[in-house]
């Protein structure tokens, strides 16, 4: 079968390798499409901290089932799957508290280990979750991200029902935090960036304001839209230290924020508003099972709109050519799908 492989940063190869035997209780799955996450263009570019090359990306990946181990169960050929690319020790601290989504092992398959870029893939069966029927294998990738959105929004609040929030940041992960925080039901989604494009792909998918702050005032539009209060929650997505600086200027005081961005370099915050008003900075990583099902179920009851996210297709073959697209539309690109059919 055809696997890509990141050999160098910027440099793909398309490699021919055999199909990979499966264990009793692994699942083997034809893989139809594999997302593009940020992450993956930092490890393209050579610059992700934490993945080192050569490396076969894609941790965001749908397909069918062709061949399931003699102790899987609930998974059968022909099942239409994602997969949660978690690798965990399942031993430690946080793994026994339930929080294997921080376990001190913690592992990303297609980050520090062989990820989906290929034709078939195999899978633990406790990691394969079927998708609804009505959800195209493109979009379903996207689940992904959206599993790590309703987790954000968990870390925010015990229930974002009625909450009025304000997401930093409209590029996929902003986005699909906002959408999970709407999806479960939050009373009104404020999204600001500096990308148009971005904001349209805010509004095509039902948020309710979004703010472009290059020509708008984000505190007045936040006191017109959500009255004197304010936000109850802030999602910091856009790893931009101004972004979260102004935050910490404007909300009210005694309020969450979560920092959902990944932050490369160390910011310089204002701490002192911290300390003053009572903030509280809360992290955020991934997701359990539990996030990804919820997830899940957003996109079965048709909360979430997955399809809008998506700039651009490619087949896998044209891996290269995918990147080098992101790379030269960096404001008006979201997502980006390769799409994989067997030879
Ligand atoms: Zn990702
Ligand atoms: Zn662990």
């Known amino acids: 079968m055809r696997q890509v492989v990141l050999t160098a940063p910027k440099q793909f190869e398309v490699r021919e390798v055999p199909v990979p ?19 993956d263009i930092h490890a393209y570019y050579g610059e992700h901290p934490f993945i080192t090359c050569p490396v076969v990306l894609g941790h ?14 609930n998974i059968q050929p022909g099942d239409r799957v994602i997969y949660r690319p978690q690798k965990i020790c399942g031993e430690c601290s946080l793994c026994r508290e339930g929080r294997y989504n921080v376990c ?10 062989t990820g989906a870029s290929s034709e078939y893939y195999a899978v633990e069966k406790e990691l394969v979750y079927k998708i609804p029927d009505h959800t195209g294998y493109g979009e379903g990738t996207i689940i992904e991200p959206l599993a790590v959105g309703v987790h954000a929004v968990k870390r925010g609040v015990s229930g974002v029902k009625g909450k009025k929030v304000w997401v930093i940041g409209a590029g996929t992960i902003g986005n699909v935090v906002a959408q999970s925080a709407k999806g479960l039901g939050a009373a009104a989604v404020m999204v600001t960036d500096v990308s148009d494009y971005k904001l349209e792909m805010a509004k095509k998918c039902g948020l309710d304001y979004p703010v472009n702050i290059k020509n708008e005032d984000a505190a007045q539009v936040m006191r017109e839209k959500f009255g004197e209060d304010g936000a109850d929650v802030v999602y910091e997505c856009s790893a931009n230290e101004k972004a979260l600086n102004q935050a910490l200027d404007i909300v009210r005081k005694g309020i969450n924020i979560v920092i959902v961005g990944v932050y490369g370099n160390r910011a310089a915050v204002n701490l002192a508003n911290v300390q003053d008003r009572e903030y509280s900075l809360v992290g955020t990583l991934m997701y359990t099972e539990e996030d990804y099902l919820e997830a899940i179920g957003l996109v079965r009851g048709g909360k979430v709109d997955l399809k809008a996210l998506i700039s651009k297709e490619f087949p896998l073959e044209q891996t290269a050519e995918a990147y080098q697209y992101i790379e030269e539309h960096k404001d008006d690109v979201q997502k980006v799908i390769l799409n994989v059919t067997a030879q």
């Open 60 to 73: 965001e990946a749908t397909g069918e089932v062709v061949k399931t181990g003699k102790k899987v169960e």
């Open 21 to 39: 035997e499966i264990t009793e209780t692994q699942v083997l799955i034809r893989v139809r499409a594999v997302g593009i996450c940020g992450s």
């Open 104 to 113: 001190k092992k913690l592992e990303v398959w297609g980050c520090q280990d």
